[in-house]
C-alpha cells in the first residue's frame, strides 16, 4: 500500500490533522470539509469551545477489512493556527478575550 499525503494509517484506520482558527473553535459549526480517500467530502462538526488537540472520529469510512462488510475509522485531530505576529491585538481586541477568558473559568 503507498503512502497517502493527507492521512497516516494503522491497520483499517486512518489519522489526519485539520487546522483550524480561533474562532472555529470558540463558535463551532461545520468547521472544514475533509476529503475522503474514495474522493467523498465530509464536514467536520464540532461543539462550540471545543478544545484545540481533540479528536474527531468519523466512523466506518476507512479501510475495509478483508473478508467482512467493515471499515475502519478516520481519526482527525484539531489543531490551532495561531494568528501572525503581524495580527493586531488592539486594546478592544485583549477586552474581548479576557471577557471570554473570565466566561469559560
Known sequence: VLDHPQYARDQQDLFTTVTLSLKDFYVGGDVAELELPNGAKNKITIEPFTNPGS???IKGVGLPYVGVKRRGD?????KLKMPSKETVLTPEVISALD???????
Open 99 to 105: 471577557q471570554l477568558e473570565v466566561k469559560l473559568s
Open 74 to 78: 478516520i481519526h482527525v485531530s484539531l
Open 55 to 57: 479528536l474527531h472520529v
